[in-house]
């Protein structure tokens, strides 16, 4: 059904894996697309209660893909208004429950995902970077509205100018649960609130979103709208062009 991702069945859990490990499971279009398809397939099933998000081999997610974007202009805004916004907001509003079990690295758009989860689980090896300013753009995919409503000034740092954290750190700012296998505890946990008072668990969650995730939509506008004017730019042409050449880019501030 999907050809970027790994479904498993497990009664009223959903295990979702994206399946691209020899990219580090990197959000090319074509993931994105699945996962879209996949979450809404995931929240419009009514046998459906808890969906754990994984991802193979050693990584969660390196986040954008890269080495998929063309030396075209990329259209930013529509990418994020009409792919990674929308995957999102799948998780935010539905009404079930997402488990993130996070193994290896969560970059960029991948750590979003990551932390959108209701609960996440983490490997001690995990290494969450922000990855979005060495290619001259800010957060994105709901990225500082989430960090900053979650973990307040500790966040700051890293949402203003980068870097990456360990998953220690991560822990220490309430962001993560770090244990020994991040999937076998999203296994455990899905099952015992799938088989709990469900419908409790379901409005907490809605109650907490409503005041984590009050004014996503504005947010997430100008959070287009701005990426977008950064997309424009010629440190953003540099970013990329040195990415790929696997050198160091030269900014100039513009």
Known sequence: MYNTLLIEDRGYV???EINRANKLNALGEDVRSDLLAAFKDFNSDPAKRIAILTGKGKAFSAGADLTSTSDKEVDIRDELSNSFHP??????NSKKIFISA???VAAGAGMSLALACDISFASRE??????????ALAPDTGLVLILSRLAGAKARPYLLYGGSFSAKEA??????????DPFMDAIELGEKLSNGPYRAYSVSKQLINQSLYYGLDDFLQDEARLQSDL???HDFREGVSAFRE??????TGK
């Open 126 to 135: 995990t290494n969450f970077i922000m990855g979005f300013h060495g290619i």
């Open 87 to 92: 995957i999102l907001k799948e998780m935010v």
């Open 102 to 104: 996070i193994n290896g």
């Open 14 to 16: 959903s295990v979702i």
């Open 246 to 251: 696997k050198r160091s880019p030269k900014f």
């Open 231 to 233: 997309g424009t730019s």
């Open 171 to 180: 822990e220490e700012m309430g962001l993560v649960q770090v244990v020994d």
